[in-house]
């Protein structure tokens, strides 16, 4: 047998550069993978982090606690006009017996916390309607839907049941229709958006006081901080509604802090938003997974040729 030369045994051993049928499934795919993802993170604009933008046209209400003399005419007015169960008598509230709302109970008021005075301060709750809904953002079926002026509306001819609004909703507004055996629905203040001709929330128009205050919101606003600011003894230095969860239609002005009056703590921004951000991340860390793979299937083979040539 011919002994090699010592010019051919100095040379490297030939590298095989053949793919086999798997090895080229595996690198085509993480190419393909990268840049269909990639493509698919390029499409998502980082303005969906941002909460909706708020027009001229956006509607809200202005609620000032100082005003509220727990007369509860929002509660009949609202009872009436939407069909629901009229609630007596009027003393539960004065009694201590609070209200909660329900499937047919859109709007309550309730002595929260003490005033300056030493009395019981009463609060009208309803739904908010959010600048960014939460609700509307997880309901897989568009069963709830905000409308251009800023209503948030429930179409029960849509809704499965679900129940992910009430899930998702950051002050616990929706209520689901427990008594029903079929066709369970939900039920929360619609903003008399209803209406065939709109003209404000029937709950605005009974309040005697002057309590709430239906308009533009950015108006509404502007009136808030204006109050806020010739009457610092009256109110507290801040407008319930103005950041919260985004912002909401419905904005509070009050002589007590707000904590004290059961409302919700909640994060400045939407909800919503978080989940937007999460899906402009999302598309780069499985594009860099994608690409870490992809380098592992083209290098790991050679290794493993290599490991087996060395002696």
């Not at 027009?55 to 069909?83: E, F, K, Y």
């Not at 994608?290 to 299937?297: D, F, K, Q, T, W």
Request: net charge positive; aromatic share 8%.
């Amino acid at each position: 047998m011919d002994r090699p030369t010592a010019q051919e045994s100095l040379a490297p051993a030939p590298i095989n550069t053949s793919l086999t049928r798997r090895q080229f499934l595996c690198r085509s795919t993480g190419i393909c993978a990268t840049a269909a993802v990639w493509a698919a993170g390029a499409r998502i604009p980082v303005s969906l982090a941002a909460s909706p933008a708020e027009g001229p046209d956006q509607i809200g209400v202005l609620v000032d606690l100082t005003r509220c003399i727990g007369c509860r005419a929002c509660v009949r007015a609202c009872d009436a006009q939407n069909h629901l169960p009229h609630s007596e008598p009027p003393k539960t509230v004065w009694q201590g017996s609070a209200e909660t709302l329900s499937f047919n109970r859109w709007t309550m008021v309730n002595l929260e916390g003490e005033a300056s005075g030493g009395r019981p301060v009463p609060v009208k709750q309803q739904c908010l309607h959010c600048l960014d809904p939460a609700c509307v953002s997880v309901c897989p079926v568009g069963a709830m839907r905000r409308l251009p002026s800023g209503a948030v509306v429930y179409r029960a001819d849509r809704c499965i049941g679900c129940r992910y609004c009430m899930l998702a909703c950051p002050f616990g507004i929706p209520k689901f229709e427990w008594s029903a055996s079929t066709a369970p629905t939900i039920g929360k203040c619609q903003f008399c958006a209803q209406q065939a001709v709109f003209s404000g929330p029937a709950c605005a128009a009974a309040c005697p006081t002057g309590t709430l205050k239906f308009g533009s919101r950015p108006q509404l606003l502007f009136e808030a901080k204006a109050r806020v600011h010739s009457r610092p003894d009256r109110y507290v230095g801040h407008i319930y509604g103005e950041h919260e969860a985004g912002g909401t239609a419905w904005m509070y002005l009050s002589g007590t802090p707000f904590d004290q009056l059961g409302f919700a703590k909640v994060p400045e921004r939407s909800l919503p938003s978080f989940t937007r951000m999460a899906l402009e991340i999302i598309p780069w860390i499985v594009t860099v997974l994608a690409v870490v793979l992809s380098a592992a299937s083209y290098c790991i083979p050679g290794r493993k040729q290599a490991a087996e040539k060395m002696p």
